[in-house]
């Protein structure tokens, strides 16, 4: 496989992802951890036919038991506050606070061993944190109570992500594989949680079987698979880069279905969000360069 033909199926990763909050909201009313156990359970079905195709069982039998819990976690955690942070806060502004995600990787590389914070981070840091503030305060008109509960899990989600893949350059290069177990335990572990903590709803309609269906083929399925081939095998700074329109391409969704309007505030956090994320991730490749 080429390089270029590599890049181009990562590419395919980041229009995936711009496609999560809205297959999220349309699966509602579905609660967070039924929808995490359907949308991972298909994910992982796509995967194991994955590990087949690819002969990788004895790569997974290789794999530590710590690598598969630590995976499991982030990726259960990031979806389950992802998918709860929609259910209770307006789907464009949530979803925009959740993906600070890339900003806050940067700067939690930045505190490692041998890296510093640069100007660039700091820059960048300020530009999407006033995104997020100008999302919050809706640009001035005043700060939603009744959004609150969405937001914190917007913020958690954000945290997860960033933690979680920081953390798991600790772990060395994982086979593409790992992934499969990873979704599969998710899907097991949030059929628990459901069951013990939650009603069971189910779609009501085509369209939200069709939005769970989607979640579980598109963003949270192949597009971890995807991504994993065009880091490993293509051109990761590009990829990197087109990472951070993940936010803008997510807001352009909800618009052009109807579900956002689109305003001033809304386009402009959006912008101010990807451009700090971007402004922070190129002091870092300054430096490495």
């Known amino acids: 496989m080429t390089e270029t033909r590599a890049t181009l199926i990562g590419f395919t990763a980041v229009l995936l992802w711009g496609l999560l909050a809205l297959f999220t909201v349309g699966t509602a009313p579905v609660p967070p951890l039924l929808l995490n156990a359907l949308s991972f359970a298909i994910g992982g079905a796509i995967g194991l036919v994955w590990v087949s195709v690819t002969g990788g069982w004895g790569r997974l039998r290789a794999v530590p038991l710590r ?3 630590f995976g499991t976690a982030g990726l259960f955690g990031y979806h389950f506050f992802y998918f709860s942070a929609l259910r209770l806060a307006p789907a464009a502004e949530a979803g925009l606070i959740a993906y600070l995600w890339p900003l806050l990787i940067v ?3 930045g505190l490692l061993p041998g890296e510093r914070l640069r100007a660039g981070h700091i820059l960048g840091a300020f530009v999407s944190f006033a995104g997020a503030a100008l999302l ?3 640009g001035g008109g005043g700060f939603s109570m009744a959004a609150l509960p969405g937001y914190l899990f917007a913020i958690l989600c954000a945290l997860t992500w960033s933690g979680y893949s920081v953390l798991s350059r600790r772990l060395g290069a994982m086979p593409t ?4 177990v990873f979704c599969v335990a998710t899907a097991v572990l949030s059929a628990l949680a459901h069951v013990a903590v939650e009603e ?6 085509t369209l939200g079987w069709a939005s769970a269906i989607g979640l579980g083929l598109g963003p949270v399925g192949l597009a971890f698979y995807t991504w994993d081939i065009g880091v490993k095998r293509g051109n990761i700074q590009l990829l990197g880069t ?3 329109a993940a936010p803008l391409l997510s807001t352009f969704a909800l618009i052009a279905f109807g579900i956002a309007q689109a305003s001033v505030v809304l386009i402009l956090a959006a912008v101010l969000i990807t451009v700090g994320a971007y402004l922070a991730a190129r002091a870092g490749r300054s430096r490495s360069g």
């Open 67 to 69: 690598v598969y819990a």
């Open 107 to 109: 700067l939690f590389s």
């Open 136 to 138: 919050l305060t809706r």
């Open 177 to 180: 594989d790992t992934v499969a």
């Open 200 to 205: 069971t709803v189910w779609p009501t309609n």
């Open 242 to 244: 087109a990472s951070y």
